[in-house]
């Protein structure tokens, strides 16, 4: 009964190829983020998605596609892999809108690419 | 011991001690502060969070500090256990328009418990 779930946990693959991460919730969130952690383990969001739509894009190649076919579901699909996209990607979702003002983010285990 | 949380220092503590990792942040707009802790291969997991019309919450054996004067948050963690050792990471809310919201991660702090 995880709630941030995230394939695969680690890929590896070549410089060029095409790769995808996926990512469900089951928490009910209407929205969703990828981060990415470099190997200094700074976090840096990517994207956000409120109930499929785009609402954060963070400057991202746009190499980087993220795809959310329903709410509970955000994919992100990597084009031409580059040397430099070797990091550990986050998935998290949030309940925004809250009446208390807060709205806390849940992570994911993270997915381990690298490329060679 | 005390640390702040920046280019990933290290703050190493014994067993038992009481720690602090402080953070500071850099928009005096943001309105909500999140503590994280990231262990080894794993994602960051919510510890405690604070709204900006507070300067002072407890949980269970963590206390959050929040000053606004100095844009600066710290993270309390009473008699230290091996478990507690892990990276943290403080994080400041941002909204934008549409009433979303943004996070924004500090550098993080590494926390390592001898025995």
């Known amino acids: 009964d995880t709630a941030v779930s995230q394939t695969p946990k680690y890929l590896v693959t070549q410089m060029g190829n095409d790769k995808s991460i996926k990512c469900e919730q089951n928490l009910g969130h209407d929205t969703m983020y990828w981060y990415k952690q470099d190997s200094k383990k700074f976090l840096k969001i990517m994207f956000s998605?409120?109930?499929?739509?785009?609402?954060i894009n963070e400057t991202v190649p746009n190499r980087f596609s993220p795809k959310s076919p329903d709410k509970a579901h955000l994919n992100l699909h990597i084009n031409s892999l580059e040397l430099g996209d070797s990091a550990v990607y986050f998935c998290?979702?949030?309940?925004?809108?809250?009446?208390?003002?807060?709205?806390?983010?849940?992570f994911g285990p993270g997915t381990r690419l690298t490329v060679l | 011991g005390e640390s702040v949380g920046l280019h990933l220092p290290t703050l190493s503590v014994q067993e038992g001690d009481n720690s602090i990792i402080n953070c500071a942040y850099s928009n005096s707009a943001s309105d909500y502060f999140i503590w994280y802790k990231q262990e080894s291969g794993k994602g960051p997991q919510f510890i405690i969070d604070?709204?900006?019309?507070?300067d002072k919450r407890q949980g269970q054996r963590v206390t959050v500090l929040l000053n606004k004067t100095v844009k600066h948050l710290s993270l309390q963690i009473a008699a230290t256990q091996p478990g507690d050792s892990a990276v943290y990471f403080c994080a400041e809310n941002r909204k934008f328009s549409g009433g979303y919201n943004k996070l924004i991660f500090g550098a993080g702090t590494r926390l390592a418990v001898h025995p």
């Open positions: 604070i709204r900006s019309n507070m």
């Open positions: 998605y409120n109930n499929k739509e785009l609402i």
């Open positions: 998290a979702s949030s309940q925004p809108h809250r009446a208390d003002g807060t709205d806390t983010q849940y």
